[in-house]
């Protein structure tokens, strides 16, 4: 009904439920409520109101001859009265019409209430009922049964159906009435957007975040795809196309709005190359071979790129001969040796 303005009009559709989670929720609920002990309670508690249902008929009849009864008197009387005494006579006329108007209505409502009652069920219905519940779940999720003939079975055994939707939790609650008068509560999950089934899940950009302290892009894509996780429009796991991939992280960043790595090092007080070799005094190149053989620390923040830690109050020097290297490197392991012994001592 209000598909129409959308269509017309492009306005936004007053309300919006998709049947298919609904739909698969109601039947596994109607199956499992469909079996031969519940058929035999419900016959049981439907024997049981057809005797309350004779009950009320007796009295009806009773009723109806009481009623048939006074109206009967109020003939006679009107009868036996002298023709001559109009003022009676009219009375009389009065009460007799009152008392079959009370009897045309008792008639009428013992009529009403008896088309009300369903029909008393024999034992032939009966074992055709037992023996349906016992193929039922089959019949329900058989494909060949049409959805037309799933209704007519539902229309059988629920009074209505009221749906909820929540959108900001992504569920419907579903509340069924069946024809005992028994109620269930159902919660359905909402299917997914063509939007929310592109979007990476918010767990992963989470997960992202924290390795953006300790790993680059190529680095934080192995990860993901080690644990089995996949970036969000992946219809088909397991092909190359649908793993994370160093472009993947860096549009995830991008997108959300994460603080790059290089930001992250650049907050822990890390310097660039062209800081760092004008901190120690030497030429770029050389500190990328000082950094090679682990004389000073880098932190890659995206693919070969590097910012360096700064060094403190004791830099490492530039030795201008292979003498000076050499004598540096024994006082170096003179002191390494001193402190062992200290430690020892």
Same mark, same amino acid.
């Given at each position: ?9 492009? #306005? ?11 739909? &698969?929720? /109601? ?5 499992? !409520? ?9 016959? #049981? ?20 001859? +009481? ?16 023709? *001559? ?19 045309? =209505?008792? +008639? ?10 369903? /029909?008393?069920? @024999? ?10 519940? $016992? ?15 799933? !209704?007519?079975?539902? %229309? ?8 909820? &939707? ?12 069946? =024809? ?7 919660? $359905? ?10 979007? $990476? ?37 397991? +092909? ?26 650049? @907050? ?8 760092? %070799? ?45 003498? @000076?290297?050499?004598?540096? +490197?024994? *006082? ?5 040796? %001193? ?7």
């Amino acid at each position: 009904m209000c598909d129409r303005v959308s269509r017309a009009r492009a #306005e936004p559709n007053c309300q919006s439920i998709a049947g298919g989670p609904i739909d &698969k929720a /109601v039947g596994m609920l109607v199956a499992d !409520k469909m079996t031969p002990a519940a058929v035999e309670l419900a016959l #049981e508690i439907r024997r049981e109101i057809e005797a309350r249902q004779e009950e009320a008929d007796q009295l009806r009849r009773r009723a109806i001859e +009481r009623a048939q009864a006074e109206a009967d008197l109020a003939q006679r009387r009107f009868m036996m009265i002298d023709p *001559s005494n109009r003022l009676v006579a009219d009375t009389l006329e009065a009460d007799w019409n009152d008392k079959l108007r009370a009897l045309t =209505k008792a +008639r009428e409502e013992r009529e009403r209430a008896r088309r009300e009652d369903q /029909v008393v069920l @024999d034992d032939a219905i009966r074992e055709r009922l037992v023996a349906m519940t $016992t193929d039922f779940k089959q019949l329900w999720a058989d494909p060949a049964t049409p959805n037309r003939e799933r !209704k007519r079975l539902l %229309a059988h055994i629920l009074e209505d159906a009221t749906l909820i &939707k929540f959108p900001a939790e992504g569920i419907t609650k579903v509340h069924l009435r069946f =024809k005992g008068g028994n109620t269930e509560t159902l919660t $359905t999950l909402n299917p997914k957007s063509s939007a929310q089934l592109v979007k $990476t899940e918010s767990k992963i950009v989470e997960l992202v975040d924290r390795l953006l302290d300790e790993h680059v892009y190529s680095e934080i894509a192995n990860l993901l795809n080690e644990q089995g996780l996949r970036p969000g429009g992946s219809a088909r796991p397991g +092909r190359e196309a649908d793993r994370f991939s160093k472009k993947r992280v860096a549009y995830l960043v991008d997108r959300y709005g994460l603080r790059s790595r290089y930001d992250r090092l650049r @907050d822990r007080g890390m310097l660039t190359k062209k800081e760092m %070799a004008d901190r120690l005094g030497i030429h770029e190149e050389t500190l990328v071979q000082w950094a090679k053989h682990g004389i000073v620390n880098s932190h890659a923040y995206n693919g070969r790129s590097f910012l360096y830690e700064d060094p403190g109050p004791n830099p490492p020097t530039k030795h201008g001969s292979r003498w @000076d290297r050499l004598v540096d +490197r024994a *006082s170096a392991k003179q002191s390494q040796h %001193a402190h062992i012994e200290r430690q020892e001592v």
